[in-house]
């Protein structure tokens, strides 16, 4: 009696064992698989940019990387076609140059009046506006640059066609604000109210504190939003490829109409011969791109972390 | 003397004050006005037959049934592909990985790739999906490559969410013996899952909002009938407004803002939908 309840006590043993070795077997592959889902982010973005150097360096056996960033015509089916950046480059920069200062002001402005003057309430309130804002699609924002903004600059300025650079830079500013204001405004909110209350105590207005104690302490986060705000600017594609013109001639004035690299890549690439010259051209020109957000980005992170770090004792 | 000087402290004061407003103004009324305007623009074209029927002549007339249906089926492709992936890469974070380099080097590709370009992302799918994997131009290479824009979204998110689940859960689980996976697939991911749904739902509108990746990959402006497989290409409506609004001469301006009208209830219905999530997991959590 007491050798068989031995046994059957062993026999449980060894299968309880086994099974206990089967499910860790299953575990250890349930979490194979999570590493490697974990390591996606790095393999999608090495991938991005495999892709693009293997499209897109081809290009330079064709034309010298100084003829192709610095040439004036970019005459892809012309016979012998060239490959000319330079408008798009321009165009690029003018454009977030433009939104960049309109929009960083009002950006700025508005945080800290959601940050320091706005009642509670209302701040409540106008948050979810400026989150709507940052959730309608671009191509919207770009159908309403086209149908209501570009004839408002036309009769403005006078121009033959309100589809200009001028245009697409005001859309983008728009499109840059949401952004530009929650970082701005999160820095603020961590400015630590003994600094405004010290401020106060000396017989500081509203404003004198704000203007002399928020905004530089809040300085690098505001930066950060800033930076955050030219790369969305730099990528942004639909918006500047609807309303912006599409003139391939280098831009001189804000009311030309122009080309983005964005837009050069969307509306170029389907045209494009797989593999062929454009193809490969266009490949280039999103390499500079990626290569522009990708700096823009790495900054707005490093000065972000700055920030986190200032007040953190 | 010093009253002059009080009072003109107080008159720029109140001029900077005003300009605050003001700026809050510009940012806030823009976006009033855009809803507004498309309701009332777009509201006169939206009949049973728009949401139903087949475009005719070119998009003038007839209906966006299968730019709507596109469009759902996009979303649930990206959502298909980027959930599943980005939970397990948000549980690998939060729950096995240890603070060394290849963490680092994770989260940095995480945030940079938040930040890149949407028409990289096209080139991106149209030289992998479309021709390397030889998925061609289709629903299936265009849901990958919104897949891929949507990783860094759903991996933020739902590491927010596990790592908001209290630590004395898992320890609680871990006390009776159950296994780590166990803990995380029974205690930690049911606690985290309003954060993640939240996220995914914010991703897919993300996705439809989307032009300049799928105008790269596959999106067609007319096609007779509905897709019929993955491999086919397919309409969308973020496109079709694109090319009703920017290439079709005589479009009636009606026709336009009710396709405008449509794609903006569809993105901002999904957007309120992860608002509403996240206020009320935030209530039940404080009561």
Known sequence: MAMLQRQITAAVKVSETRLRQRLRLGERVIEGWIFLAGLLAIVVLLGIIFILFKEGLPIFAYTSPWEFLFGTEWCPV???????????FVSTLMITLIATVIAVPVGVACAAY????????VAEAIKPIVEILAGIPSVMMGFIGLALLSPLVQSAFKLNTGLCGLTAAIM????SLPIIVSVSEDALHAVPREFKEASYALGATKWETIWHVCIPSALSGIAAA???GVGRAIGETMTVLMVAGGALAVPVSPTDPMTTMTAAIASGIGNAVRGGLQYQALFAVGLILFALTLTVNISAERVLERQKRKFTR | MTTGVVNSRRISQRTALTFLGLATAITVVPVLFIIIYTIINGGAAISWDFLTQFPSQAGRAGGILPA???TFYLMLGTLVFALPLGVMAGIYLTEYARDNWLTRLINLAIVNLAGVPSIVFGLFGLSVFVLAFNFGLSLLAASLTLACQALAMVITSSREAILAVPREYREGSLAIGVTKWQTVRYIVLPQALPGIITGAVLAISRAAGET???LVVGAAFLLPKLPQSPFDQFMALSYHLYTVSAHVPNMPKETVWGVALVLLVVVLSFDMLAAAIRIKTRRRKQS
Do not use: H, N, Q, Y
């Open chain 1, 226 to 228: 800033i930076l955050l």
């Open chain 1, 114 to 121: 959601l940050s320091e003057v706005a009642p509670k309430r």
């Open chain 1, 78 to 88: 012309s016979d012998p076609p060239t490959f000319g950046i330079a408008p798009f």
């Open chain 1, 172 to 175: 983008l500013a728009l499109m």
């Open chain 2, 212 to 214: 300049a990746p799928i």
């Open chain 2, 68 to 70: 709507i249906i596109g």
